[in-house]
């Protein structure tokens, strides 16, 4: 074997021979190596805020304290950074009653061994956790109406605490522009019906909601006013390295330390590129390739660089193989692709109609080859996929249904990569 590339799956590698794939040009972001501790990076951004007193001045005077965090379906490294934030503010003559809260949005409640393994023994020892349910009305408030007309049902836990600080990491989102800051809020601990809205076919149809994209986004908006609703104080959003390491903190205001966080995070993972007839990708192994449901930002990502009708082949393992019933249900409902583009494109606008809507969308334009061992070849046909057992043989069907001649792009690192589309870029081949 020539020139080898890894592919991120679960929590190892696959192995692609570059040399047998002829024209291929490779994309990968700025792999910023942490050269610094990163308990020192999030400390600096802490004692530094951006646009807002630290939180050893915001604390003054508040006793319940709340601090909203990812789910598991995010590599949040929070045994980093929920102690610096704890740190940041604690004194010892005075008494805080502190609650964390997990914003699943419309996840599943993570698992008591789950909440261990993603905040350590000692958090999950010391303080109180909780878990978001969405579709639980006893855990909601009604916080009026949104200037979309959205009414905002938000966790009760905002409305009962004095203080809400929120954490989490900046990566490019499909539909949201990026993760972190507001979403922490809509969709993390909001209500189900709130979360339906923001998510609507229309919404999700805008040109403008799309990754890496905030201006005019409408979804990324409304997420922004329930933020500034639910009088989110203060956040910590990181950005993580190709291993998963902080390189970048930013703390403060909510709008202005994401607004800066994504500029970082635009700069470190955009890459020029040009449209090739196959796209080779990955969701960038585990937490986030755990399902197919997640799955679907890698295969949107590759879709912005495929040439109409090309083929994309994504690598997953899919350990929970589809992940939410609800998606799995709409997308057996029907029984073409066009028919599940029609249906998820129009109202109303129900539970994870929106990961269908996205993938319909690409499935409508490009066939998409499947290597996983979560989900099998009678699954994978049903689900309007192409299976493969091996990237070797996914490269065979590709080139199968394109011609030996055909262009090729290798994206190892998916949904964390900012594609820039310029015809200039030359190939590698």
């Given at each position: 074997m020539g020139r080898v590339q890894k592919l991120p799956y679960g929590k190892s590698f696959i192995e692609l021979d570059m040399d047998k794939l002829g024209n291929v040009q490779l994309i990968e972001p700025n792999c910023v190596v942490n050269?610094?501790?990163?308990?020192?990076?999030?400390?600096?951004?802490?004692?530094?805020?951006?646009?807002?007193?630290?939180?050893?001045?915001?604390?003054?005077?508040?006793?319940?304290?709340?601090?909203i965090t990812n789910d598991n379906t995010r590599p949040m490294p929070s045994k980093v950074t929920i102690p610096a934030i704890i740190k940041s503010?604690?004194?010892d003559e005075r008494y805080y009653d502190i609650t964390?809260?997990?914003?699943?949005?419309?996840?599943?409640?993570?698992?008591?061994?789950?909440?261990?393994?993603?905040?350590?023994?000692?958090?999950?020892?010391?303080?109180?956790?909780?878990?978001?349910?969405?579709?639980?009305?006893?855990?909601?408030?009604?916080?009026g109406r949104l200037s979309s007309g959205n009414i905002l049902w938000l966790n009760r836990l905002l409305t009962e605490h004095d203080l809400i600080i929120s954490e989490g990491f900046i990566e490019p989102h499909f539909f949201a522009g990026y993760s972190g800051g507001r979403k922490s809020i809509l969709p993390g601990v909001a209500g189900e019906e709130t979360i339906l809205h923001n998510h609507r076919p229309e919404n999700i149809a805008s040109p403008y909601a799309a990754g890496a994209t905030l201006d005019r986004n409408p979804i990324h908006q409304e997420c922004q006013e329930a933020a500034k609703v639910a009088n989110l104080a203060f956040i910590l959003n990181v950005a993580l390295d190709c291993n998963k390491k902080i390189v970048g903190a930013f703390a403060g205001d909510p709008v202005k330390a994401h607004?800066?966080?994504?500029?970082?995070?635009?700069?470190?993972?955009?890459?020029?590129?040009?449209?090739?007839?196959?796209?080779?990708?990955?969701?960038?192994?585990?937490?986030l390739d755990r399902n197919l449901y997640?799955?679907?930002?890698?295969?949107?990502?590759?879709?912005?660089?495929?040439?109409?009708?090309?083929?994309?082949?994504?690598?997953?393992?899919?350990?929970?193989?589809?992940?939410?019933?609800?998606?799995?249900?709409?997308?057996?409902?029907?029984?073409?692709?066009?028919?599940?583009?029609?249906?998820?494109?129009?109202?109303p606008s129900t539970a994870d109609k929106w990961q269908v809507q996205i993938l319909a969308r690409a499935l409508k334009k490009y066939k998409v080859i499947l290597v996983s061992d979560g989900i099998d070849q009678a699954l994978s046909e049903r689900l309007f996929l192409i299976h493969a057992v091996s990237i070797e043989e996914a490269v065979k069907k590709a080139f199968a249904l394109k011609g030996t001649g055909a262009s090729v792009t290798v994206m190892p690192e998916g949904p964390v990569t900012i594609p820039v589309v310029n015809d200039e870029v030359r190939c590698l081949g």
């Open positions: 050269e610094q501790d990163e308990e020192a990076i999030v400390r600096e951004a802490l004692e530094h805020p951006m646009g807002s007193l630290s939180l050893k001045e915001l604390t003054k005077g508040a006793k319940k304290i709340l601090i503010f604690y004194c964390i809260l997990i914003a699943n949005g419309l996840h599943r409640e993570m698992r008591e061994e789950e909440m261990r393994e993603q905040f350590g023994e000692e958090i999950c020892s010391k303080y109180r956790i909780m878990n978001h349910n969405a579709s639980d009305r006893t855990q909601l408030v009604n916080l607004a800066y966080g994504c500029e970082y995070v635009k700069r470190m993972m955009s890459v020029p590129a040009k449209r090739t007839d196959i796209v080779i990708t990955t969701n960038n192994g585990y937490p997640q799955v679907v930002k890698g295969i949107d990502t590759a879709s912005k660089i495929v040439k109409e009708g090309g083929v994309i082949i994504v690598v997953a393992e899919c350990m929970e193989k589809v992940g939410h019933k609800k998606f799995e249900e709409l997308i057996l409902s029907c029984r073409s692709v066009e028919e599940l583009y029609f249906k998820m494109s129009s109202p």
